[in-house]
């Protein structure tokens, strides 16, 4: 049987309980944006850690090292956003191919720890290694939370608000213009790409939301809407309606669509690497949350409302209804 | 520039001060076998991660997936023993190319969570991804260690005696029969063999010099005594003579160099891949500590004594002197 047949999230199903060897002071293991264990009485520690490998997930002709070296901290930076914590110390292993120079290997770090400044995370260790073949880069990073503010999957409730902390499918938009090296104006074109390579974690929009009180779940949207929706879904046992006419649409987004001969809903909803935090919010505390997350500078859009079952449902914008699946993205696909 | 032109090792000294962004709580960044950071008053984490590639660290004919799943762990809970620390919790990444099974993989967690189990370590998370390539697998490692007992490569002192915890050299015999397909017979193979795939992570030797109060420096001999007593000797500003006679020769190994034409002092010195503590031991203590060490059923080898300049000597059985360098792995070699 190949991986392909049952997908990352079917594997990981079906290695994750043989992992768990000592219950003690684990609080989430396999299966959440970071592992979470009890530090202290007060505090949890998260780990999280992403793996890049070259012609899977880049390729070096895409983008500067310094903007690869970035985006390598950020996707895991996202992680410890999802669960609410503040970043700490990262890890970089790097299996290195003999035509990269080390030239460009110091501007992968440079730019790597220009990112980790930003957030105040060191560079703490790694391992350095051949490679016969492709690039991989795995980053590790470790966060700080308070016990009672760690954001998990699992935790929300039917009648929550499904919020977004920012846009969607502009990253995807940005991916397919580079795999097709599309011909297309450099005002569409641009933005959209940095969308893809130059993504922000949303470590503030974390902490604003994990110290609100109102937050009861989390998660960054790294393989596309409608897999991290399903994931929170199936992972608090209930369903979800997102309305159409809510989500967020760029003129940009739009016009890479029209350009591409492509619904631009497609990326919205599938697209992945958005890495906006989204999440479940008490519905009787939303507008306070959205009065204060407009003074502090953030965004927090409502796209709809979790429900009972086990159903995700789109209202379009006439009113009907279709159901949606995970179709985001999948690394064995 | 290619890194071969200035190893791993120089290639770390260029990039390790770029990392240093917040200097508190950490204890000691890039350059020990663990990164050590403060937890709290009495308590520091540790952190250690290992990239492991395919036709660069191993081929898949040479081993089982259970014993590469345990092997993989083990040398970085190895990297928790130099440091004197307890492990907590493995994240494991896998970039997997297209020809490996989900049953292959399934056996390789298999192996590791039993190797995890031994030693009370729990495979908390990680990320599984698509390879073009080679198969690849990092592995993060978590530890804790009382503040006042953490084992650092920098504290070595002149006079200090060198101790090894095992023997030196049969993984490197191993590996050397892995790699020419060495027609000898089975019982000088099998156990170099075993030697190079199956290492033991020697924790209870960590834990037990750790809290000896006699030790003041450690390494586990991954890269090779030449290498590793190398890096004790330069962060502690200190030389070292070793005495050839007390280096620990099994009757397999010597068997093995005369079947290969090939002196075995060179895998002792330069074979890498041992796993076992490189220490230093104050030596008014030394004689108390190999009794403890003999009661518990540990090995305490003296092979020789840090000395103040800067040289590395091997003083031969016949009484003369010759200098060596580090001379173990290098991946870019």
Request: aromatic fraction near 6%; hydrophobic fraction near 40%.
């Amino acid at each position: 049987m190949n991986i392909k047949d049952i997908g990352e999230f079917g594997f990981i199903r079906r290695i994750a309980p043989l992992g768990a060897i000592r219950s003690e002071g684990v609080i989430k293991g396999i299966g959440d944006d970071c592992a979470v264990t009890s530090l202290d009485d007060e505090r949890c520690l998260l780990v999280t850690t992403d793996l890049l490998v070259e012609r899977v997930h880049f390729l070096l002709e895409w983008a500067s090292p310094e903007v690869l070296g970035a985006k390598s901290l950020a996707v895991n930076l996202s992680d410890i956003a999802a669960c609410g914590g503040t970043p700490q110390d990262a890890f970089i292993s790097l299996a290195v191919p003999e035509r990269i120079e080390v030239e460009w290997l110091e501007a992968f770090y440079r730019g790597m720890a220009e990112h980790a400044a930003r957030y105040g995370v060191n560079l703490l260790g790694g391992d350095t290694t051949g490679s016969r073949s492709d690039l991989v880069i795995n980053v590790a990073v470790t966060g700080i939370v308070p016990r009672d503010e760690v954001l998990f999957r699992h935790t929300a409730k039917a009648g929550d608000v499904i919020v977004i902390t920012g846009p969607l499918g502009r990253s995807g938009a940005g991916l397919r213009v580079l795999l097709q090296a599309m011909d297309i104006p450099p005002e569409v074109k641009d933005p959209l790409v940095k969308a893809h390579l130059e993504p922000r974690p949303h470590l503030e929009e974390g902490r604003f939301l994990a110290t609100s009180g109102a937050c009861t779940a989390a998660i960054d949207v790294s393989d596309g809407l409608s897999s991290d929706l399903w994931h929170l879904c199936e992972d608090s046992g209930i369903g979800a309606v997102v309305h159409e006419d809510k989500l967020p649409l760029s003129r940009d987004l739009s016009r890479c669509g029209e350009l591409a001969g492509k619904d631009p809903l497609f990326w919205v909803l599938n697209g992945g690497e958005d890495y906006v935090l989204l999440a479940a919010i008490k519905p009787h505390l939303l507008d306070d949350l959205q009065d204060q997350a407009h003074k502090q500078g953030f965004t927090l859009q409502e796209i709809g409302r979790f429900v009972k079952g086990s159903r995700m449902e789109l209202v379009r914008p006439d009113g009907s209804r279709r159901m949606f699946a995970a179709g985001g993205w999948d690394h064995f696909d």
